[in-house]
């Protein structure tokens, strides 16, 4: 399984962003997005399941970022909207090899690069 996260880019604040995590297999699990900031720990942004009947959010992307997949395309995707400037990060997607939402990223087997969301003011 390879992931490729790409998407990212330099906004100002307010803009929107949508990021997607191409997958070279087809993982039939739960996948997660997390996002890591200079100098700051890893943190959980959204998480859902295979079927997409169990999502969970971040406090600090709920009302504002949207996690969904196409399996038919095996693509994950981060609709990331009224972006702040503490969003900027490099932003990973990650999948599991059991289809159940976790914040925990040791919870997540397979890891995409990173890609970077830099909002300015």
């Known amino acids: 399984v390879q992931l490729q996260a790409s998407g990212g880019g330099s906004v100002q604040a307010g803009d929107s962003l949508r990021l997607s995590c191409a997958d070279s297999?087809?993982?039939?699990?739960?996948v997660g997005w997390f996002r890591q900031a200079p100098g700051k720990e890893r943190e959980f942004v959204a998480s859902?399941?295979?079927?997409?009947?169990?999502?969970r959010y971040a406090d600090s992307a709920k009302g504002r970022f949207t996690i969904s997949r196409d399996n038919r395309d095996n693509t994950v995707y981060l609709q990331m909207n009224s972006l702040k400037p503490e969003d900027t990060a490099a932003y990973y997607c990650?999948?599991?090899?059991?289809?159940?939402?976790?914040?925990?990223?040791?919870?997540?087997?397979?890891w995409g690069q990173g890609t970077q969301v830099t909002v300015s003011s």
């Open positions: 297999g087809r993982i039939v699990s739960a």
């Open positions: 990650a999948a599991r090899r059991f289809d159940g939402i976790s914040t925990r990223s040791y919870d997540y087997d397979y």
């Open positions: 859902m399941t295979w079927r997409g009947d169990k999502k």
